[in-house]
Structures are given as structure tokens and as C-alpha cells.
């Protein structure tokens, strides 16, 4: 290498070979692909959450129509006893008229004196408002002669219209709907007879039928995704981690111990659909449990998750150093003391964090779950534990596989929102991961 001085200064530089300006080069493109590599997927990630954003923020909102309804006993309970059983005689088209005289003295007492005009603006509200308005007197026979503000849910075209997926003319092509009905609707919004607001009623009300998208809610499947988890943690936590300390800590080295970390090992990467094949064989057709059951789901869950539990824990245990295990037993402590009062402590923030991200991979399984069932319509809520756990029951990825499967574009705005729950629900369990990890860290 040849030196090059510098006149003005005095100072020594050495001259840059060519091998040194090529290893520059390329590590100056390393750097450039990897900041593009950066951006293209955050860029990625923007355009996923900005379309599941635009579709599914909408589904947090409602349309209602806001009507007095004169519960008339004369209909409703003309024994005048006040039997439970007599008034559940009354189906739901003995509450549609109701409804509708309803609806009329509303538009009456707001300025609208056209019988048509009421004829038609009972057909703006949802075919569920009879059964809401049934189980609201069946839930307290003691209201009825009373008069009584409902906030009746609006037909599912009605409340496209407000959030942009029905037009006037998409309008004039759809048999469900018509320009008229558009028009009518707007009048009812100014009367202040119509409203757009938050709903409640998505985290909190069962599925629906295909008629009825604007009453399907996340409620079951909110809460058979709860039972699942519950029974995930009771069951992979424990086991996971006792299998995890024996293996790491107490268990031989040879051929049998081997073979199981490699079953372990590939246990992992076992795609989800065939623990769903092993849950059906398993526990429906050999043990009997009932199809679309929690109780199903969390076992079928579980046996997925533990491997994820088994090797994060071991890791975490791995990480622990040596030095800690010899001072312990060197004062005097048993194997099984120096484990579970300084081992244990010490890896309790990876374990917890390779929990919490299984529990979390768990909650987003789809597969398992429709081979064993829980792709059923269900409409009734799960009992309280222990008994809910063998009821039907619906889980939230499920949910979103079924709402995208219905052919009205109402449900697929419902799918994108409870995605977003889904995503909600994932994120808050990777914060707590990150917190208790941090919570319980310890240097040494």
C-alpha cells in the first residue's frame, strides 16, 4: 500500500484499495436494502390495517329509529293473568303491529300525516325489533300497559346507507330497498326520529341470520373465545412448565429424552388443521364430548400451544446461568430448592412471555376449530363455568370465517370490526407479555 502526503497539512493518508471501496459498497447496498426491506413492510402493514380500519370502523356504529311502544295487554296478555306462559304464546307477528302504530303516532307527533308514508317507514326497521321487543316482555310481564322508548334497530340497508355502502343508486337496483325509502329515511333524521351512534350491541349481541345482519354481534363468540382461553392456561401453563423443568433440570441424558425434545421440536411446526383431525378423532368421536363445545376447543387448543410453552420455557430455564444453580447448592440446598426458589424466579419473565404469545397464537386459530364444529350458528349463550364449557359456543376467528362466507355486504363490514376486536385482543396480550416481563426481570 502506497502513502499519500498531503502538502498542506503534513498528515499521512493511507490510499483505500479497491477491495476496501468494494467491501464498503456492498456493505453501503446491504444497508440500503435493508432500510427498503423496512419500509416496504411497514408500508405492508399500513395498507393491511388501513382496509381492515376503512371496512370495519363502521360496524362501532348503528342506525336506530327511537319510538314510543304502547305494550297493549289487550294483545299481548288477554287473560289479563300475567302468565309467563300465556304471554309467550304471543309470537313475534303478534309484536309487529305494535311496532308499526308506533312508528306512526312517532311521524304523527313529528309532523307526518300520510298513512303511506308510516306503511313505508315500518319497512326501514329491522325484522329483529319484534323479537327484541318479545323478549324485553317476556323478561318483565309486569310493563305490559305500559308505554314504553325502545331504540328499534334500522334495516341493514338503511344503516349502509349512512355509512356509505348503499346509494341511491345502488338503491334503485336492490329488491331490499328503494330510493323512496332513502329519502324517507333522511326526512326521519331530521324529525330526529332516526339516529346514527355508537353500538354497544356488536360486542354484546349473538350471531344473526342472513336477513338480519344489522342485530349480528360478537357476544358468543367473545365469550367462547374466553372460555378457550381460560381452559388453554389452566391446562398448557402447568404442564408446560413441569414438562419444561424435568426435561431441563431433573431428566437423563439419552436416546428416550432426545426423541421426545425432537417430537417437541416438530410437535411446533405441525400445522394447526391436523390437532382439529386429532380433537375430532379424540375427543368427539372416541371420548364423546359435544361438537362446537369450549371445552373441545381449549383441549384441541391446548395440545397446540403446549409445545410453544415447552420451548420457551426451556429457553428462558437455559438463559438462567450456571453460576446461580452451583450457589445454591453450594450452601447447601437440594436440587429440587435450587430449581424452584432461584431457577424458577429467575426465568419467570420468559415463561410468562412464551405464554402469554401462545395464549395469544391460540386466539387467533381458525382451522382446529371448524373441524370440530364451532363453525355452528349459535344464538344462545354458554352457561357460567363449569357448565358453559360444554355448551355450543362460537369463538371470535371463527366468527369473522362466517361473516366473510354470507353474501350482504353488512356482514362483511361486521367481519373487518370484529377483526379489529381480534387485533385488539392480541395486542393488549402482547403488552401484557411485555409487562410482566419486565415487571419480574432480574439482573444478576
Do not use: C
Not at 346509494?167 to 329515511?185: G, H, K, V, W
Not at 379489529?420 to 409487562?435: G, P, R, T
Amino acid at each position: 500500500m502506497t502513502d499519500a502526503i498531503a502538502a498542506t497539512t503534513g498528515q499521512v493518508k493511507p490510499a483505500v484499495s479497491a477491495r476496501t471501496r468494494r467491501r464498503k459498497a456492498a456493505e453501503s447496498r446491504f444497508r440500503r436494502l435493508g432500510l427498503l426491506a423496512v419500509i416496504l413492510g411497514v408500508l405492508a402493514l399500513v395498507g393491511l390495517l388501513t382496509s381492515i380500519l376503512t371496512n370495519g370502523l363502521s360496524s362501532f356504529r348503528q342506525t336506530y329509529i327511537t319510538m314510543e311502544i304502547y305494550l297493549d295487554p289487550g294483545i299481548l296478555d288477554k287473560q289479563g293473568n300475567r302468565e309467563p306462559a300465556e304471554i309467550a304464546k304471543v309470537t313475534t307477528f303478534g309484536y309487529a303491529p305494535l311496532i308499526k302504530a308506533s312508528l306512526a303516532k312517532a311521524m304523527v307527533d313529528k309532523g307526518f300525516d300520510s298513512t303511506m308514508e308510516a306503511d313505508a317507514a315500518a319497512e326501514l326497521i329491522s325484522k329483529e325489533a319484534p323479537a327484541i321487543l318479545r323478549r324485553f316482555v317476556l323478561a318483565d310481564p309486569s310493563r305490559i300497559g305500559e308505554t314504553v322508548e325502545f331504540d328499534m334497530l334500522a334495516s341493514g340497508r338503511i344503516d349502509g346507507y349512512y355509512k356509505g355502502r348503499v346509494t341511491m343508486a345502488s338503491a334503485e337496483l336492490d329488491r331490499n330497498t328503494s330510493p323512496e325509502q332513502l329519502r324517507l329515511a333522511d326526512e326521519l333524521k331530521q324529525a330526529g326520529i332516526l339516529t346514527t351512534r355508537f353500538n354497544w350491541d356488536f360486542f354484546t349481541a349473538p350471531d344473526a341470520s342472513d336477513t338480519r345482519p344489522e342485530a349480528a354481534g360478537l357476544g358468543v363468540a367473545i365469550l367462547g373465545s374466553a372460555y378457550m382461553m381460560l381452559i388453554v392456561l389452566v391446562l398448557s401453563l402447568p404442564i408446560g412448565v413441569a414438562a419444561s423443568i424435568y426435561l431441563e433440570e431433573f431428566a437423563p441424558r439419552n436416546r428416550f429424552t432426545d426423541l421426545i425434545e425432537v417430537n417437541i421440536a416438530n410437535l411446533a411446526a405441525v400445522p394447526s388443521i391436523v390437532f382439529g383431525i386429532l380433537g375430532l378423532a379424540a375427543f368427539i368421536n372416541f371420548v364423546g364430548l359435544p361438537q362446537s363445545a369450549p371445552i373441545v376447543g381449549g383441549l384441541v387448543l391446548t395440545l397446540m400451544t403446549l409445545p410453544t410453552i415447552i420451548i420457551a420455557t426451556r429457553a428462558a430455564l437455559k438463559a438462567v446461568p450456571p453460576s446461580i444453580r452451583d450457589a445454591a447448592l453450594g450452601v447447601g440446598a437440594s436440587k429440587m430448592q435450587s430449581v424452584f426458589h432461584h431457577v424458577l424466579p429467575l426465568a419467570m419473565p420468559g415463561i410468562l412471555t412464551g405464554t402469554i404469545i401462545g395464549l395469544a397464537q391460540a386466539l387467533g386459530e381458525t382451522a382446529p376449530l371448524l373441524l370440530i364444529g364451532m363453525v355452528a350458528f349459535v344464538r344462545e349463550y354458554p352457561a357460567g363455568p363449569p357448565e358453559g364449557f360444554f355448551d355450543p359456543a362460537s369463538a371470535l376467528p371463527v366468527q369473522v370465517y362466517n361473516w366473510t362466507q354470507r353474501g350482504d355486504p353488512a356482514f362483511v363490514e361486521r367481519a373487518s370490526g370484529a377483526i379489529i376486536v381480534l387485533l385488539v385482543f392480541l395486542l393488549v396480550m402482547n403488552l401484557v407479555a411485555v409487562i410482566l416481563r419486565r415487571r419480574f426481570e432480574r439482573r444478576w
